[in-house]
């Protein structure tokens, strides 16, 4: 077998992170700060420059407006997510090798901070799946940063969202931090109901990279 390249992210050294994860090959991140910027700011217009390449590559003009439209909605869709405490997000494109198309598997990773009561971290971790209803699925774990409490849930966008009606897919893992005031939620959101033992692995498998203290002691 051959090795595997790890690619040490720029944000290790960061002073002001949270935690540490690692992502496995198939995960694109977004950079919310860049994407979700205020207008008529310097920020804004380097993303005019970043995206001029690609409105100047359109055929048409319809097809500008269509791109500048999706921008648009995606913009709107990361907004609503950090809002609710999102701080990361990831968009995951694997194939389907189990076939029998062998199509692209398309999938959302978010990473996202709740405010809790304190308690001791594996009662938060509970608490978390077992008040917000609609979980299945639940499991509890021990992994290197602590207590994790993993689930499912299946959601539908709202009929006046325009977004197509498929059922959603939402593995979570709860995550409480040390200082037993908050939690982390781990979500892979896929619409391939029917890969949820392969998407449930990959959260597994990123779970178990979690580290609440600097593992590289860089950042300090």
Same mark, same amino acid.
Request: glycine share 8%.
């Given at each position: 077998?051959?090795?595997?390249?790890?690619?040490?992210?720029?944000?290790?050294?960061?002073?002001?992170?949270?935690?540490? =994860?690692?992502?496995?090959?198939? =995960?694109?991140?977004?950079?919310?700060?860049?994407?979700?910027?205020?207008?008529?700011?310097?920020?804004?217009?380097?993303?005019?420059?970043?995206?001029?390449?690609?409105?100047?590559?359109?055929?048409?003009?319809?097809?500008?407006?269509? =791109?500048?439209?999706?921008?648009?909605?995606?913009?709107?869709?990361?907004?609503?997510?950090?809002?609710?405490?999102?701080?990361?997000?990831?968009?995951?494109?694997?194939?389907?090798?189990?076939?029998?198309?062998?199509?692209?598997? /398309?999938? /959302? =990773?978010?990473?996202?901070?709740?405010?809790?009561?304190?308690?001791?971290?594996?009662?938060?971790?509970?608490?978390?799946?077992?008040?917000?209803?609609?979980?299945?699925?639940?499991?509890?774990?021990?992994?290197?940063?602590?207590?994790?409490?993993?689930?499912?849930?299946?959601?539908?966008?709202?009929?006046?969202?325009?977004?197509?009606?498929?059922?959603?897919?939402?593995?979570?893992?709860?995550?409480?931090?040390?200082?037993?005031?908050?939690?982390?939620?781990?979500?892979?959101?896929?619409?391939?109901?029917?890969?949820?033992?392969?998407?449930?692995?990959?959260?597994?498998?990123?779970?178990?990279?979690?580290?609440?203290?600097?593992?590289?002691?860089?950042?300090?």
């Amino acid at each position: 077998m051959g090795s595997t390249a790890i690619t040490v992210h720029e944000s290790v050294t960061d002073p002001q992170a949270e935690l540490w =994860f690692a992502e496995p090959a198939g =995960f694109l991140t977004l950079p919310l700060t860049d994407l979700l910027v205020e207008p008529d700011t310097s920020a804004a217009d380097a993303l005019a420059v970043a995206v001029a390449p690609l409105l100047a590559a359109a055929p048409d003009e319809g097809a500008r407006q269509q =791109f500048v439209a999706l921008v648009a909605s995606g913009q709107q869709a990361l907004g609503a997510l950090r809002e609710h405490g999102t701080v990361h997000c990831s968009v995951g494109l694997h194939r389907d090798d189990v076939g029998p198309t062998y199509a692209p598997l /398309l999938s /959302l =990773f978010t990473i996202s901070w709740q405010e809790t009561n304190v308690a001791p971290r594996a009662v938060t971790a509970a608490r978390a799946v077992t008040a917000a209803g609609g979980h299945t699925r639940i499991a509890f774990e021990e992994v290197p940063c602590g207590p994790v409490v993993l689930s499912e849930t299946t959601v539908r966008c709202a009929a006046e969202s325009g977004l197509p009606q498929h059922p959603v897919l939402q593995v979570h893992a709860h995550l409480p931090h040390p200082d037993c005031r908050r939690l982390a939620v781990f979500t892979v959101s896929a619409v391939s109901g029917a890969r949820r033992e392969e998407y449930r692995a990959v959260l597994r498998g990123i779970v178990g990279t979690v580290r609440f203290e600097d593992p590289l002691g860089v950042a300090s």
